[in-house]
T-cell receptor, first 111, second 113 residues
Framework: EDKVVQSPLSLVVHEGDTVTLNCSYEVTNFRSLLWYKQEKKAPTFLFMLTSSGIEKKSGRLSSILDKKELFSILNITATQTGDSAVYLCAVAQEYGNKLVFGAGTILRVKS | EAEVAQSPRYKITEKSQAVAFWCDPISGHATLYWYRQILGQGPELLVQFQDESVVDDSQLPKDRFSAERLKGVDSTLKIQPAELGDSAMYLC???????????FGPGTRLTVT
C-alpha cells in the first residue's frame, strides 16, 4: 500500500528558531514529491522536487529530496508566527497525477 | 493569479439528507480532482476527471457518492444520504494536465449532525 509518513506530528518553537520537517514515503511509480502549507483553508504550494540532492529554496524555506533513502526534509529558518500552519507532504505518481498525502506536521511558532 | 472556485464554503446537514458541492476549476485546466480531508489527516483523492471522463474513482464510496463533470468544465460532487462519518473538508483541485502542479480551491467544510 502506498504511504507517506511525516514527522513530527506537531511541534512548538519560538520565533527565530530553525525547524526541520521530515517526510518519508513508500509509493509505487514515484514521479515527484511536493510540499504544501495549509492554514485553515486549502493547501498552498511550496515546492516540487523530482531529483535527488538538489535543494529548492524560497526565502527562509528550503527542501531537498533523497530518492535512494525515500525521504525529504523541509527546513524553515528564522521562523515567524506567520509560519504557523500544517505542512503537508505529498507524492505524485507517474500515472494519473494522483497525489498521496501524509497526515501533516502541525507547526506552531510562538512569539 | 486565477483561482479554483468552490461553493458553498460551509455546509451543515442532518444525516440521511442529500448534499451537493460545486467546483469551477481554473480556466483551461483539463484535469479536476475531488479530495476529502478528515480532521487531522492529509487529503485523500475521491475522484479524478480528465475533461469529462473519470480516470480514477477507486476511493469514491459509490453507494452514496457521485461526481460529474458533464461539459468538462465545472463539477459537482453529491452525497446521498449523508452519514456522520462524511464530516470533513472537501477540496477541489485542478491542473493543466496530468503531469502538472495542482491548484486547490478554498474547500467546502461539511458537518453532518
Amino acid at each position: 500500500e502506498d504511504k507517506v509518513v511525516q514527522s513530527p506530528l506537531s511541534l512548538v518553537v519560538h520565533e527565530g528558531d530553525t525547524v526541520t520537517l521530515n517526510c518519508s514515503y513508500e509509493v509505487t511509480n514515484f514521479r515527484s514529491l511536493l510540499w504544501y502549507k495549509q492554514e485553515k483553508k486549502a493547501p498552498t504550494f511550496l515546492f516540487m522536487l523530482t531529483s535527488s540532492g538538489i535543494e529548492k529554496k524560497s526565502g527562509r524555506l528550503s527542501s531537498i529530496l533523497d530518492k535512494k533513502e525515500l525521504f525529504s526534509i523541509l527546513n524553515i529558518t528564522a521562523t515567524q508566527t506567520g509560519d504557523s500552519a500544517v505542512y503537508l507532504c505529498a507524492v505524485a505518481q507517474e500515472y494519473g497525477n494522483k497525489l498521496v498525502f501524509g497526515a501533516g506536521t502541525i507547526l506552531r511558532v510562538k512569539s | 493569479e486565477a483561482e479554483v472556485a468552490q461553493s458553498p464554503r460551509y455546509k451543515i446537514t442532518e444525516k440521511s439528507q442529500a448534499v451537493a458541492f460545486w467546483c469551477d476549476p481554473i480556466s483551461g485546466h483539463a484535469t479536476l480532482y475531488w479530495y476529502r480531508q478528515i480532521l487531522g489527516q492529509g487529503p485523500e483523492l475521491l475522484v479524478q476527471f480528465q475533461d469529462e471522463s473519470v480516470v480514477d474513482d477507486s476511493q469514491l464510496p459509490k453507494d452514496r457518492f457521485s461526481a460529474e463533470r458533464l461539459k468538462g468544465v465545472d463539477s459537482t460532487l453529491k452525497i446521498q444520504p449523508a452519514e456522520l462519518g462524511d464530516s470533513a473538508m472537501y477540496l477541489c483541485a485542478s491542473s493543466f494536465g496530468v503531469r502538472q502542479r495542482l491548484y486547490f480551491g478554498p474547500g467546502t467544510r461539511l458537518t453532518v449532525t
